[in-house]
């Protein structure tokens, strides 16, 4: 009750009609909830009190879904108050694609081709932020840190290592993780507030990391990506091992800038599975 009279003063000042009908989330910014609004089923997004950082990138999301209904037809916003923390979209029916369907060779292959189209989008004069700006950003952030912390060295030296400079720049979504690809009929991607010109590595390499794909699975999501499959396997390699560590590098950037603490967000966890690499 408590949580629904603090949704409901929330939502109050939005201009139309909406109706919660269930939460469907709860992350470690945000709540999500499906609803009604203006009799069109939606998804809410309300965010936490966020920092600067996050905040930017917020805009910066709002622009790129505009940006998007042009080029997809899946990304229609219906309302969004940067400044409140508000943002609601049409509801896409679909499911998460947990590990025992995605590694279906067809599904594999089907996921690489959604990639591909994404690759594809021409940003023409449309702003869109350079990745190398926001991995920058957080090496700012964390600057007093970094050298009395193992890990975060690691991750930006890796990435400092991937040469990045010289890497053919591309329109990325830069978070596909399993709660942002659904399933229907085919797959789809949400939540694009990280989008940015990046590498094409990094996305596949994200697919990588986030559902351990063996070499096999690779091949199968990489010929959905390029039939003529010309990415080099050790690049590929070295973005995924970044992947892991851009995990660890953005929750300290929580830490520094939030009430959050390294127990809340599994810190130790992370350390263990990052020592692997080491």
């Not at 094409?200 to 690779?218: G, K, Q, R, T, V």
């Amino acid at each position: 009750m408590k949580l629904v009279r603090k949704v409901e003063k929330k939502i109050s000042s939005i201009d139309g009609e909406i109706k919660i009908i269930s939460p469907l989330k709860t992350d470690l910014i945000s709540e999500i909830f499906l609803c009604t609004f203006n009799d069109i089923k939606s998804v809410l997004r309300l965010d936490f009190d966020l920092p600067n950082w996050l905040q930017n990138q917020r805009y910066s999301e709002f622009q790129i879904l505009n940006f998007l209904k042009d080029k997809r037809q899946d990304q229609n916003i219906l309302y969004h108050d940067s400044d409140s923390g508000i943002l609601i979209r049409e509801f896409h029916e679909g499911k998460k694609i947990l590990d025992d369907d995605i590694k279906k060779k067809e599904n594999l292959f089907s996921l690489g081709k959604e990639i591909k189209k994404v690759h594809q989008i021409e940003t023409d004069n449309f702003l869109v932020n350079d990745f190398n700006d926001i991995v920058e950003n957080y090496r700012s952030i964390l600057k007093n840190k970094i050298k009395n912390d193992y890990f975060l060295d690691q991750g930006f030296q890796i990435f400092d290592s991937l040469s990045y400079e010289n890497e053919l720049k591309i329109f990325s979504h830069n978070d596909l993780t399993l709660g942002n690809i659904l399933w229907n009929k085919k797959c789809f991607f949400i939540d694009w507030e990280y989008a940015s010109l990046n590498s094409p590595y990094f996305d596949l390499a994200s697919i990588i990391s986030s559902y351990n794909l063996n070499n096999n699975e690779i091949v199968h999501l990489l010929s959905g990506y390029n039939k003529n499959n010309h990415l080099i396997t050790e690049k590929l390699r070295n973005w995924t091992k970044f992947t892991y560590f851009l995990d660890y590098i953005w929750r300290i950037c929580l830490i520094e800038t939030t009430k959050y603490d390294e127990k809340t967000l599994n810190i130790s966890f992370l350390k263990k599975n990052l020592s692997t690499f080491s």
